[in-house]
């Protein structure tokens, strides 16, 4: 007889097991065992567990839905996946790792792409640890039977990113079938001064740590009247405010994602800059054009090494395993390049330099360096700029096809990523939805071409660095090496034929109409902003 | 959910004994486990210092789920729950003996019970009883104590024999030996046969020790203390159920022909 299938159809679901938990206030957390002197107690042994928290560190996974927790160290690591704040209850899985995982591809097959999927190339990092002592009381009846059990917790939360918490709560936990028993220690306990009957939750210590926000800034709303000088001061600011929000995590080297936040925030400023030429005071635009072109080149090493390293890791199992020691000895490198990026970044100069454009944009300084064009309406300066740029591209892209020189295709780039960053100052005077159809091509474009440049650095990279793999990696390491060249290479190739489609693309007229409209636009923005006569 | 039976036609075999440690290790282990007392003696009850409560009527077990659900008892281990039972478990016999299809009704029970448990065991009482004729139909193994005499191994062969249509149908017969005194000529003896024999007893023996009498005066499992040999032949023994219950078609075969003959050449 099948007992499987003769189940009732009915509510037939086991009932709960009854459970109280109460916060201990201002008392010492074995008080409670005072307050019942007719309960026979026995004491368990006391037990002890501690967790290393782990996230990327701008609590992607959290925000997701799920805490990740090391539970051993040795002699493998245990990682534990549950859903957020339910790490005592409830598990999505547990992976044994020879090491502490460093991104989402350290887990195994669908781990690895559910995590993924959360974390993109960011860093699985610590964030805080987690120790929990527990005290068990069995409570017995005259036949010495348990009737309940009182737990004692006492957790500690602290780490690198946690103010130290320590929060001692008492768990009274029901045993079947002696509900009467229960109730009647819950109302004993009800009644213990410092003991505050909370919600029955799991102990949720992530909750407990203060999460890293990720600085990657927002554009300031524009009126559609403002003039020159104000429009780029609101845009320098904000930029500013994401250097200066991404400038610990930048210097620690906690995630590439820091560092890359940083630049994109300095390359915007300087791009701007470069193209909105007259708004600033000749003289002052040279010196900060010439300062940002030097603090880009600070950190261009680190940042290309960075996304060499995200691909390596991406590759498969087996190829990963035979690059391992390559890995080793880049991330060495990439070690160096961090040494030399935060003495640039702290030195006097870099300093001077973001003291120098906060003194320039702050709304205190007013315009007292100000170019000719800085009283001209900041829309009217876009149309020009966006449609002079726009034409440079189109020019470039007409010359370039899928074989063209790398040097030439590089700068194609650099001239959409250009166009790109004054695409995004129309956002206060155009509505989005124009600008979308303008964005998208534009995005491709911009893809394909970065990809061929990646192709490139990486290339050029891996050349370079494996004379610093050791001969003890031995062949396999640069055997591996060479297999990844090819990809590389062929990841060149694709991204060409790539291109030549999308240049297409870009080049046809929809796509040139676009930018058309938002030039006409942009020409009529400040009139529709002054208010009609009656 | 699988559902473990104790049984053997005899009785003072060690069923209880294995039960309450099997159920224990099965707990222990990480498996939400339920001990249900087949046994008007009640002692695995009495092991775990469960009481039937005065208002459990055995004879609603089978119908009445909240009855069912009432009448279990949390036991001083985590994951282990027990079903107690006193004399008033009569009752439960005489309501199979009202019920139109009786093991119908048990296996019912034991699915709703298996919506929450993984594991159930049964003590039972020993002998044929109606409610061990609905085990039979409703386990998944019968873990059958025997002790190593000639007696013992033709009652198990009667049982095996008794249990054909049942055996062919998937129940699993796990035998091991139990209250091993290797001092005694005939238990050597009788072991050395169904070693030699390959006759399907699992290799785990539980030995005749104090220790392991001891248990049912402390009321708590071997296995819940410090190592010893008693718990670790407990250990053994589940560890064999487990490997047997996950590989039900590699089992050997009571050869029960063999066996016949062993007791004719013992007479």
């Known amino acids: ?534 | 959910m699988k559902v473990l039976a104790l049984h053997n036609l005899k009785g003072g075999v060690g069923k209880t004994t294995a039960a309450v440690h099997l159920a224990h290790l099965s707990a222990r282990a990480g498996r939400s486990t339920l001990l249900w007392d087949l046994d008007a003696q009640g002692a695995s009850s009495w092991f775990f210092r469960v009481r039937v409560a005065e208002s459990t009527r055995p004879r609603r077990l089978l119908r009445d789920r909240v009855a069912l659900w009432g009448a279990i008892r949390g036991s001083d281990w985590p994951g282990l729950d027990v079903l107690p039972a006193d004399l008033s478990l009569q009752d439960l016999e005489l309501a199979l003996h009202d019920e139109p299809e009786p093991e119908r009704a048990l296996g019912q029970a034991l699915a709703d019970l298996g919506r929450h448990y993984e594991r159930v065991w049964l003590d039972c009482a020993p002998g044929l009883s109606r409610l061990a004729q609905c085990v039979f139909r409703v386990a998944d193994a019968l873990v059958v104590p025997t002790i190593p005499t000639t007696l013992s191994l033709r009652t198990l062969a009667d049982l095996y024999k008794h249990l054909k249509p049942e055996r062919e149908r998937g129940l699993l017969m796990l035998p091991f030996f139990s209250i091993v005194d290797g001092r005694k000529a005939m238990h050597r003896d009788v072991r050395e046969f169904a070693r030699a024999q390959e006759l399907g007893f699992l290799t785990t023996e539980i030995p005749y020790s104090a220790q392991v009498e001891r248990t049912a005066a402390r009321r708590e499992p071997l296995t819940a203390g410090a190592a010893s040999d008693g718990a670790q032949a407990f250990e053994a023994l589940a560890r064999e159920v487990d490997a047997r219950l996950a590989d039900v078609d590699g089992a050997p075969k009571l050869r029960r022909a063999r066996l016949l003959e062993f007791l004719q050449s013992q007479a």
């Open chain 1, 1 to 534: 007889m099948a007992i499987d299938e003769l189940r009732s159809t009915g509510d037939s679901a086991a009932p709960p097991v009854p459970r109280r938990v109460f916060e201990v206030r201002g008392a010492e957390v074995g008080a409670w065992r005072r307050f019942l002197p007719g309960a026979e107690l026995r004491a368990e042994a006391e037990s002890r567990a501690s967790a290393l928290l782990l996230d990327s560190f701008d609590r992607r996974l959290r925000r997701a839905g799920l805490d990740l927790a090391v539970l051993a160290e040795e002699p493998r690591v245990v990682c534990r996946l549950s859903p957020a704040g339910r790490a005592a209850s409830s598990s999505d899985g547990t992976f044994e790792l020879e090491r502490l995982p460093v991104f989402a591809w350290d887990f195994p097959g669908a781990a690895a792409q559910r995590l993924a999927g959360m974390l993109e190339a960011r860093a699985i990092r610590p964030i805080g640890k987690h120790e929990l002592t527990r005290a068990r009381f069995a409570v017995l009846d005259d036949q010495a039977k348990t009737v309940a059990w009182v737990e004692e917790e006492r957790h500690e939360v602290g780490g690198e990113r946690a103010h130290d918490t320590s929060v001692r709560r008492l768990v009274l936990q029901g045993v079947r079938g002696y509900d009467e028993e229960f109730e009647r220690l819950g109302r004993e306990l009800e009644r213990v001064p410092g003991l505050v009957a909370v919600p029955d939750t799991d102990f949720d210590a992530s909750e407990l740590l203060v999460p890293a926000r990720r600085a990657a800034g927002r554009w300031p709303e524009l009126p559609a009247d403002v003039h020159a000088y104000a429009g780029l001061a609101r845009i320098a600011r904000a930029q500013l405010a994401v250097v200066r929000a991404n400038a610990v995590g930048t210097r620690a080297g906690e995630d590439a994602e820091y560092l890359h936040d940083t630049r994109v925030a300095l390359r915007r400023l300087r791009s701007l800059l470069a193209q909105l030429k007259g708004v600033l005071a000749a003289e002052e635009h040279a010196h900060l054009a010439g300062e940002l072109r030097w603090l880009a080149a600070c950190t261009g090493p680190a940042r290309d090494l960075d996304t060499l390293l995200f691909e390596l890791r991406l590759t498969e199992p087996a190829l990963r395993a035979d690059l391992e020691p390559a890995l080793v000895a880049f991330e060495h490198e990439r070690a160096r390049l961090q040494v030399q990026l935060c003495s640039e970044l702290r030195g006097a100069r870099a300093r001077a330099l973001l003291a120098r454009l906060r003194e320039r944009f702050s709304g205190a300084d007013g315009t007292r360096r100000a170019g000719p064009q800085a009283e001209r309406p900041f829309a009217h300066l876009l149309a020009k700029r966006l449609g002079r740029r726009q034409r440079q591209v189109v020019r470039r892209a007409r010359a370039l096809d899928a074989h063209g020189p790398a040097a030439e295709l590089h700068e194609l780039r650099i001239a959409c990523k250009k166009l790109r960053y004054l695409l995004e100052c129309c956002r206060g005077f155009v509505p989005r939805a124009e600008l979308a159809g303008a964005f998208a091509h534009l995005k491709d474009l911009q893809g394909a071409l970065g990809s061929v440049q990646d192709a490139e650095v990486h290339g050029r990279l891996v050349r370079e660095l494996a004379q610093s793999v050791s001969a003890a990696a031995g062949p396999r390491a640069h055997l591996a090496l060479g297999r990844f060249l090819e990809r590389v290479e062929h990841a060149g190739r694709t991204a060409r034929e790539r291109y030549a489609g999308l240049a297409a693309s870009f080049l046809a007229p929809d796509s040139r109409a676009a930018f058309e409209s938002i030039q006409d636009t942009l020409a009529h923005a400040p009139e529709r902003a002054r208010p009609r006569p009656r």
